[in-house]
């Protein structure tokens, strides 16, 4: 699982059971990624006294701000990991690899690779051309787009539009473009509709939709 935001337990838990999750991600330490990561350490220790459950979670998280990290162990439940850029996570046959985004805090996004079939998470960025980098040839690219361009040129920072998102994806040759992070103060159909313009194969994420990779 990659980011745990209010919410995201009720939905894997629809679908997996705790005691069959292999490992956590998290791109950074803001509460909109991880608040419900704190409602999962208090199932992982009812599913390891229920004798579901042995063994501790790993979750890999950046090592800073340093208080915040310290704050996701739990007992002996989890096991921590700091990333560390330029250090790959084997995960059986998945292939991960982080590379740092520009934000307020320190963040990083994920390119994934399981066998030719490659997806790339942005987590939350400004602008960096280092992503087209990141994302090239790319299956499917899972990107941040928060703002619309308006507002960018209104001098907000932090994160993408859904416009600059399509540009990093039309110049990294990516298979398809699927928009996340979106805010619900937006007209989503404006933010739709500037990503398009830039590169056609763009869709908005869907909660529940399955997403299947090709190559």
Sequence with gaps: MVDCGAGVLSRLFAVLPVENLT???LSHL????????FVLRYALEVARHQGRRVEPLPVWAPAEPSAEFA????????TLNGVTEGEELMLGRLRAAPFPGKHSLPVYGWRFQFDDSVLVYSADTEYDPRLVFQAEGADLF???????????D?????HLSGQQAAMIAREAQVGRLL????????DLNVVLAEARAEFLLTELAEEGKVYTLTT
Excluded: M, W
């Excluded at 803001?30 to 990561?37: G, P, Q, R």
């Excluded at 704050?71 to 989890?78: E, F, N, Q, T």
């Excluded at 209104?154 to 932090?158: H, R, Y």
């Design 23 to 25: 490992g956590v991600i």
């Design 30 to 37: 803001h509460s909109d990624h991880v608040n419900d990561f």
């Design 71 to 78: 704050r996701l162990a739990y007992r002996d439940v989890i």
């Design 142 to 152: 899972l990107c941040e787009a928060t703002f619309t361009a308006a507002q960018l």
């Design 154 to 158: 209104q001098g907000l920072k932090g």
């Design 179 to 186: 928009l996340t992070h979106l805010s619900p103060a937006q």
